[in-house]
């Protein structure tokens, strides 16, 4: 990819990041928002995510749940251009009408900026 | 991938939208630009920028290179988006100083809008 675009540009990045945007999440949660993601890709974009210092992989107590997933304070500075994806996103699918925004786990209808 | 996101959010789209917004090319033109993106991919992915509007895919003339691939007008629209993203990304890329911006098939160092 584009070096420029190669922080994000991965394909559930963005998604990652807008979902981490409401709040601190485990594994497990990230995987029931019930997005087609396997559990071997999520954990590889969480990793790029970590690795590119946007995301946290924070260990919080003893099993279960111990791992909890946040942005970092860097990663908050890309939810601008998250948003505009959404933003801009959102009227493609109104233009398209090819999916229903009021599916919850694939919505993404709300601000986060 | 959530629903707004789907359009651009694809592994190279924005990467592509990038390089078409400085002008239509062969689809040896764009495999040319060196990146790591095997054929398949390529067409894949152009295949479903064209499905969202946002590439076409003109048949100019006779072989050699009849087919060129270019923005739409709507595709334009999403230009300020992938500014957004990658004026971002050259400000990561100076951060982590991980990949060198002089490499020219790589380089998304100038601005399309």
Redesign the interface.
């Known amino acids: 990819?584009?070096?420029?675009?190669?922080?994000?540009?991965?394909?559930?990045?963005?998604?990652l990041l807008?979902?981490l945007a409401h709040g601190e999440s485990h594994f497990a949660g990230l995987r029931r928002?019930g997005?087609p993601?396997t559990p071997k890709v999520l954990a590889e974009q969480l990793r790029e995510l970590e690795a590119?210092?946007l995301v946290e992989r924070v260990v919080t107590g003893p099993v279960p749940a111990r791992v909890i997933y946040r942005l970092t304070p860097y990663g908050a500075?890309?939810l601008?251009?998250v948003e505009?994806?959404?933003v801009?996103?959102?009227a493609?699918?109104q233009r398209?009408d090819g999916?229903s925004?009021s599916?919850t786990a694939?919505?993404?209808?709300s601000s986060i900026v």
Chains 1, 2 share one sequence.
């Open positions: 990819m584009a070096a420029a675009f190669t922080a994000i540009g991965g394909k559930w990045k963005l998604t807008y979902w928002r997005a993601i590119d210092g500075t890309v601008p251009v505009g994806v959404r801009w996103g959102e493609h699918l398209t999916q925004v599916d694939m919505s993404c209808a």
